[in-house]
């Protein structure tokens, strides 16, 4: 554990979201708690984390997460691990609730953009397709997100643009299509 690399997460606390001020101690090294000395509140090591309050291993998590990522299938994952298929899926739901927190935090604010390439995949889904549109930076290759819809219609077109936007710095955007009937 080490409080110089964490923050407290009180909202409500002066020093919350403060890296290394000296403000964060060790609670308990058994329990894994650090203590905020500003507000006087202690907090969970995994707290905003996605392994907060799972009684599993984070090795098993990050194992699991990083599969299900590459495409492998659940029942697979509940075969090997001997794992209930609703822990799965909830450890998906997590990770990517986190991941899409993170791009967020990261990504989707503003940029000097520069020229953006979009482009959409259709993908096979059980029972049906799904169209994801998607966007990158071309000069630094940074993916700027993707939406999801079951048609190809000026919705998802307008969505993703929309995502575009919120990683630019405010300036004009010239929107220019190939091909594209919606
Ligand atoms: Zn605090």
Not at 84 to 93: I, M, P
Not at 112 to 139: C, F, H, T, Y
Not at 148 to 159: C, E, K
Request: charged share 20%.
């Amino acid at each position: 554990m080490d409080p110089q690399t964490v923050f407290c997460p009180n909202s409500a606390c002066p020093a919350s979201g403060q890296v290394g001020k000296g403000n964060i101690g060790v609670q308990s090294l058994k329990e894994r708690r650090y203590k905020c000395h500003v507000c006087g509140k202690t907090f969970a090591e995994t707290k905003g984390t996605v392994f907060y309050r799972l009684r599993t291993a984070t090795d098993l998590v990050v194992v699991v997460v990083a599969l299900l990522a590459y495409g492998c299938p659940v029942q697979a994952i509940v075969m090997a691990f001997g794992l209930d298929e609703r822990t799965v899926q909830s450890w998906q739901t997590r990770s990517g609730k986190h991941c899409q927190g993170v791009h967020e935090h990261l990504v989707e604010r503003p940029h000097d953009l520069g020229q953006v390439q979009a482009d959409e995949i259709r993908a096979k889904i059980q029972g049906g397709i799904l169209w994801m549109a998607m966007a990158i930076q071309v000069q630094t290759r940074l993916w700027l997100g993707g939406v999801l819809s079951t048609s190809r219609d000026m919705q998802l077109i307008v969505a993703l643009m929309q995502k575009v936007r919120h990683s630019t710095l405010g300036r004009s955007l010239l929107f220019c299509v190939d091909g594209c009937p919606a």
